[in-house]
């Protein structure tokens, strides 16, 4: 039986470790974090990440966990709206779906399916050394512990340790955007104001930018963007650097940042793209969504890739029965077809729409302004087709389905 090891209990690792496991894999995924990652926001069901889920059997599940949506809306200081987009605006395909829901919850959803299929956990844990052998892959882990593996994937985000070690420093890949966000979780209180399903967006002129959007059971998720190529990783640095940009900041800016201090899930990081032109594989290991093409949260498709990415890459090792023989010229032909299969798509993904930093972040008051006016003129019927045609190929895609056999066999225990 092959034995693959996955890099990093996120959404495309987990998906792929589930596939695999289903297909007569022996699956691996090895985790730095203590456990299951929480926060990020929410990942919409549109194209082809709907096309996935329900070719995984896990799509009425993700369905019970949507989060009300009903648009979003552009608003001034003291909250009064200058534009909006509802969830049916662009036939549905707008910035905001009312097929939504959180980061958390899929990625929740997609980790238990894996666990029901059998796959292996090593939380608090990493690589540290990937060495080829006539076999497979000898890989060291921080532990202390050595095992050899057929195949080792790298689906560790965009500062992906793996990508380090096999293909080199994140700085030969890395393309910044320019801007920096920070989200966490706001639990509401008595005398917080509720969002009643709407998005918030907030902004002031230097590229700074504030949003609030919808959770479960009186949370919502916050965002704070600005201008920045690398941020500190030290977390007192980082709420420092926060207050400064911010200072003096309107809205519920100041409520913010205060909540961002006690917040469990609170994050920070760069906005980047990762382009590796050469290729995603050496040898028999490979990377999957943001370890290998980052597309970046503007392009609002991070969710729909790295699901995509583990199908085609399920459906390409079970094409060549990997998991019967796990020889090198099966692997390597396996690994060329899933680059063939996701070049494409990944590439079309990467085009972010003309002026979308702009966009999130306007770096004058005109800005913000033009910004909202062009909000609510791209919703005009007579402006659709150009919509359509300044978006074309950049948005969500139809999946090809996971082939039967790939993650549809029945668990154990018979669900």
């Given at each position: 039986m092959a034995h693959a090891l996955i890099v990093g209990a996120g959404i495309a690792g987990d998906t792929l470790a589930r596939c695999l496991a289903r297909d007569g894999w022996r699956v691996t995924v090895v985790e730095i974090a203590p456990a299951l990652r929480t926060g990020g926001q929410t990942v919409d069901l549109r194209g082809d990440s709907r096309q996935v889920l329900v070719d995984l059997g896990v799509i009425d599940a993700?369905?019970?966990?949507?989060?009300?949506?009903?648009?979003?809306?552009?608003?001034?200081?003291?909250?009064?709206?200058?534009?909006?987009?509802?969830?049916?605006?662009?036939g549905g395909q707008g910035f905001i779906s009312h097929e939504e829901l959180l980061r958390a919850d899929l990625a929740a959803l997609l980790h238990d399916e894996a666990r029901a299929a059998g796959v292996v956990y090593r939380f608090a844990d990493t690589i540290d050394a990937l060495t080829d052998t006539d076999g497979g892959v000898d890989v060291r882990f921080r532990s202390g512990h050595s095992a050899v593996f057929d195949l080792v994937v790298g689906a560790d985000g965009t500062h992906?340790?793996?990508?380090?070690?096999?293909?080199?420093?994140?700085?030969?890949?890395?393309?910044p955007l320019g801007l920096a966000h920070a989200w966490f979780t706001l639990q509401e209180q008595p005398g917080t104001a509720r969002l009643d399903g709407w998005a918030l967006s907030y902004n002031e002129p230097g590229r700074r930018g504030v949003t609030a959007r919808p959770g479960h059971d009186g949370q919502q998720q916050v965002g704070?963007?600005?201008?920045?190529?690398?941020?500190?990783?030290?977390?007192?640095?980082?709420?420092?650097?926060?207050d400064t940009v911010f200072a003096g900041t309107g809205w519920r800016t100041a409520e913010f940042l205060d909540a961002a201090r006690t917040a469990p899930d609170f994050a920070l990081d760069t906005y980047d793209q990762i382009h590796m032109s050469?290729?995603?594989?050496?040898?028999?290991?490979?990377?999957?969504?943001?370890?290998?093409?980052?597309?970046?949260p503007l392009s609002g498709l991070g969710t729909a890739l790295g699901l995509r990415g583990a199908a085609e890459l399920a459906r390409a090792?079970?094409?060549?029965?990997?998991?019967?023989?796990?020889?090198?010229?099966?692997v390597a032909a396996a690994l060329g077809a899933f680059e063939a299969a996701m070049r494409p798509r990944v590439a079309?993904?990467?085009?972010?729409?003309?002026?979308?930093?702009?966009?999130?972040a306007p770096k004058h008051r005109w800005g913000v302004r033009v910004n909202a006016l062009a909000m609510r003129m791209l919703q005009a019927r007579a402006l659709l087709p150009l919509v359509e045609k300044l978006a074309g190929g950049r948005g969500h895609e139809p999946a090809v389905p996971v082939p039967v056999g790939v993650g549809r066999q029945p668990a154990p225990d018979g669900r």
């Open positions: 993700a369905l019970e966990r949507l989060v009300p949506q009903r648009g979003i809306a552009w608003i001034r200081a003291d909250g009064s709206r200058m534009a909006e987009m509802p969830v049916e605006a662009f992906s340790r793996t990508r380090a070690l096999r293909f080199g420093p994140e700085s030969r890949y890395r393309k704070l963007t600005f201008a920045a190529s690398t941020v500190p990783r030290d977390r007192d640095e980082q709420f420092a650097l926060l050469d290729s995603w594989s050496d040898s028999r290991v490979v990377l999957i969504g943001d370890a290998a093409w980052c597309a970046s090792l079970h094409q060549e029965a990997v998991h019967e023989k796990a020889s090198s010229a099966r079309a993904a990467q085009k972010l729409l003309p002026g979308r930093v702009a966009m999130v």
